[in-house]
């Protein structure tokens, strides 16, 4: 028997993702068959072709035709008064786009494959010129991939599901079921014709984010239908929802066999081991299922792992010329967990055993193994945090075996990121480092708990600027009870180009995970209420802002900050952090900072 471990859309395309190499160096290593395959690469390459986009749009110009109407039937129940109204607002934007974009909108169908092409080819990616164009024209490409199915809309970053449903199960089921509200359906009803996937007995679907869940379930979903193999869903999102997940058998049914919850490298051999019959399902560990008598089940957690005896992830699937970059860059976990973990508004680390890091030498192994085999310098450490201590080790033996390597990684602003650990982990290949930054306000930050000593954060951005690492900074905007006056200093801090080189902005959320949740009273917040079975966030009432007015406080800076910093390069990003990488690895940190765009230079 076979295994296949597969990511889906919508993740960033630039390079490969960790999970399914992962679990497939697990698998192999334990003497099982297993591989690992990317729709979601595919489905950026095969919708950012020309004909794919003259479609969509010849689709689009025929919804706003006089001769045109969309028909809601008795088939849509009682979905019916919402696809009516998803009818409607398509109709007018697809107008209202189509009115305002003329110019983009041609330059996009006429150059779509060379924009792409960029993207993929040394020459294009590191002129930042046909770059910046490049990113543009496939922004556009991708509104107008979008537009039949507005108001759905599909980006590099993200993919926005129709508003007009609700992350509730029977929302999420009409969607994936339904292809005038779906993209994915339609595409993965063809992709599926175009495969063979008979040699597989088991199927492992990996979530990590809410903009994956209608796409993943409708791909479950037809994987369920057209094949004989075991359905598997998993990823961090998967454990986050997991508690509603199960209140709803049907998912069994139509969708998937099985829930993988929480770390997966223990877990994807004991599957394997069961589904060869070496073991009794209900000794997976961290599983559930729905049992003979229509039961659904849970199994125990596993234990926690020994990191040091992880298999290395296996990327010899993954054909790297598909990505959108010239140059791999590489994901590799150097451990498990965030070592503070008490941050009020973050689950970043729910479903993760207790921190843990693998030894500086079996790490570093690691790293030289992969580079070698995959004759790439390049890698993205997957933490929610380094610990500085174990950094600065891990940059000594770096030096000493002479490795060439360059990386980059979330880490915290600790005050022991002295100047001379951070020239260390420059002149081991360090590039960048994504640093939380969060509020200026002291007040704010003692809500939040970050556990940092706030003198030294301005201090641990000039270290790092002066040793040549760019800073990424995130910051999380409207925490309840923030003040104009507070989230002012914060945006202060955003326009210190010299320490703060890329912004990364988010909305507070209340989420189902975060610490926040069973203490809202210390922050004002008077309700909250369940935001979808699907959604990791609460709908909250606060005494001293609405969650309508953080999404404008937040849009209203973003528009001006983008606005302002428009011939910048990399100045405001979510997801182009390997593309950071290249660039300074290329040409230096002050050259990347001081560049600026001539055909964005504002007049």
Known sequence: MKFLFASVPQWYPISPYLAGALLVGQLRNAGFQADSYDFNIDFFNDILKSDYVKECYKKASE???????????????????????????????????????????????????????????????????????AKDTITTALDIVSAPYLPSRIM??????????????????????????????????????????????????????????VPGFTLARLLKKYTNAKISFGGNFIFKIADDLKKFPQIFEEYCDFLQIGDGEATSVEIAEYMTGKRDINDVHSLVYRDENLQVCSTPKAPCLKLDSVAYPDFDCYDFSKYFSPETVIPVQLGKGCYWGKCTFCDFYTGQQKFDMKSVIRAV???EYLSKKYNSKLFNFVDEAVPPKFYNEFAKEVKRRKLEIYYYSFVRLEKTFTAEV?????????????????????????????????????????????????????????????????????????????????CTPSNFAL?????????????????????????????????????????????????????????????????????????????????????????????
Request: proline letters at 1%; hydrophobic letters at 35%; one cysteine or more.
């Open 156 to 213: 590099l970053d993200n993919y926005i599901a129709n508003p007009v449903f609700t992350y509730d199960f029977n929302d999420v089921d009409f969607q994936c079921k339904n292809a005038c509200v779906n993209m994915f359906l339609p595409y993965f009803e063809n992709k599926l014709k175009e495969m063979d996937l008979s040699e597989y007995g088991f199927i492992g679907l990996s979530i990590t984010d809410l903009s994956q869940i």
């Open 63 to 133: 919804i706003v035709s006089d001769t045109y109407s969309e028909t809601v039937d008795e088939s849509y129940g009682i979905f019916a008064d919402k696809i009516k109204k998803s009818f409607g607002i398509r109709k007018k934007e697809i107008e209202k786009y189509l009115k305002y974009n003329s110019e983009a909108v041609s330059n996009a169908l006429e150059s779509i494959d060379d924009a792409v092409k960029v993207y993929k080819t040394k020459e294009g990616f590191y002129d930042p010129e046909k770059l910046y164009r």
């Open 365 to 367: 192994d690691e790293v």
């Open 511 to 603: 989420k189902k995970n975060a610490i926040l949740k069973d203490h809202t009273e210390d922050v004002g917040i008077t309700n909250f209420t369940d935001n979808g079975d699907f959604h990791i966030s609460y709908k909250y009432l606060s005494e001293t802002q609405t969650m309508e007015e953080v999404k404008t406080k937040r849009n209203n800076f973003e528009k001006k900050y983008l606005e302002d910093t428009r011939d910048r390069l990399f100045a405001h990003s979510f997801t182009e952090s390997d593309s950071i990488l290249l660039y300074l690895v290329k040409y230096g940190r002050d050259y990347v900072k001081d560049y600026r765009l001539e055909y964005k230079r504002k007049v």
């Open 422 to 502: 951070l020239q260390n982990l420059y002149d081991s290949g360090a590039r960048f480092f994504m640093w939380g930054y969060e509020a200026e306000s002291e007040r704010v930050m003692q809500l939040i708990n970050k556990g940092i000593d706030l003198n030294h954060r301005k201090r641990i951005l000039r270290d790092a600027k002066d040793a040549g690492l760019w800073n990424l900074c995130t910051f999380l905007l409207g925490y309840p009870t923030e003040t104009w006056e507070e989230l002012q200093s914060t945006i202060d801090v955003i326009y210190d180009h010299e320490l703060v080189n890329t």
